[in-house]
């Protein structure tokens, strides 16, 4: 019984949120509250068993240890005086606090992971004896890609000449080709979902497909 409850209730979700292909309605917006709200409180519950009661509540008020986890604490309740305009400005504390780790944090990994790899994807032989051709095309494509794109970005001469001239112009090829190779990667993922969900209402609801 309860499957099929549930069943039901993800087709008429489906559903309300397919009407949006004609125009906006409130049958839209109920399915899109529900899932902000779920969503929402999912987030919630997950957060505190599985971070502020480990990290917070049992070491601090359980067990009186680590109690200089009350500092963070006390700078995560400051969020809360969003809600209140004449204490509002205490809540830049904690999202400075969050901005300066995150981006402190997340500069190294993206280091690694879109410059030095970028870097050592571009320092590749060009020929290795006893490979096939496409490899060594492959890897001339790749260094003379990288080299035309930072050609592009290179603003400090005017884009003239041989060098500089056909070399930013091949930059723009190449970095419209990685703009399109995106697009298309983002394209895949969303057609991926619907043919997920139409499968879902054929199948799992209506039982036309088997």
Same mark, same amino acid.
């Given at each position: 019984?309860?499957?099929?409850?549930?069943?039901?209730?993800?087709?008429?979700? +489906?559903?309300?949120?397919?009407?949006?292909?004609?125009?906006?309605?409130?049958?839209?917006?109920?399915?899109?509250?529900?899932?902000?709200?779920?969503?929402?409180?999912?987030?919630?519950?997950?957060?505190?068993?599985?971070?502020?009661?480990?990290?917070?509540?049992?070491?601090?008020?359980?067990?009186?240890?680590?109690?200089?986890?009350?500092?963070?604490?006390?700078?995560?309740?400051?969020?809360? +005086?969003?809600?209140?305009?004449?204490?509002?400005?205490?809540?830049?504390?904690?999202?400075?606090?969050?901005?300066?780790?995150?981006?402190?944090?997340?500069?190294?990994?993206?280091?690694?992971?879109?410059?030095?790899?970028?870097?050592?994807?571009?320092?590749?032989?060009?020929?290795?004896?006893?490979?096939?051709?496409?490899?060594?095309?492959?890897?001339?494509?790749?260094?003379?890609?990288?080299?035309?794109?930072?050609?592009?970005?290179?603003?400090?001469?005017?884009?003239?000449?041989?060098?500089?001239?056909?070399?930013?112009?091949?930059?723009?090829?190449?970095?419209?080709?990685?703009?399109?190779?995106?697009?298309?990667?983002?394209?895949?993922?969303?057609?991926?979902?619907?043919?997920?969900?139409?499968?879902?209402?054929?199948?799992?609801?209506?039982?036309?497909?088997?």
């Amino acid at each position: 019984m309860y499957e099929t409850i549930g069943l039901w209730v993800a087709a008429i979700l +489906t559903l309300a949120v397919f009407s949006f292909l004609y125009k906006e309605n409130p049958l839209y917006r109920f399915a899109e509250h529900v899932v902000v709200g779920s969503s929402l409180g999912y987030t919630i519950v997950i957060t505190y068993q599985r971070v502020l009661y480990p990290r917070l509540v049992e070491p601090v008020f359980l067990h009186g240890e680590s109690l200089v986890l009350i500092v963070p604490a006390m700078l995560g309740l400051l969020y809360v +005086t969003r809600f209140f305009p004449r204490i509002a400005w205490l809540s830049r504390y904690p999202m400075a606090f969050l901005l300066g780790m995150g981006m402190g944090m997340a500069f190294p990994y993206d280091m690694q992971a879109y410059i030095l790899r970028q870097i050592q994807a571009t320092l590749i032989p060009l020929y290795t004896p006893g490979a096939p051709w496409y490899n060594t095309l492959g890897a001339v494509v790749i260094v003379l890609g990288t080299l035309a794109g930072l050609i592009y970005f290179f603003f400090s001469k005017p884009h003239k000449g041989p060098f500089f001239g056909f070399g930013s112009k091949v930059g723009i090829w190449i970095i419209m080709i990685g703009f399109g190779a995106t697009f298309g990667f983002t394209v895949m993922g969303r057609i991926s979902l619907l043919i997920g969900r139409v499968q879902f209402l054929l199948s799992d609801w209506l039982g036309l497909l088997h």
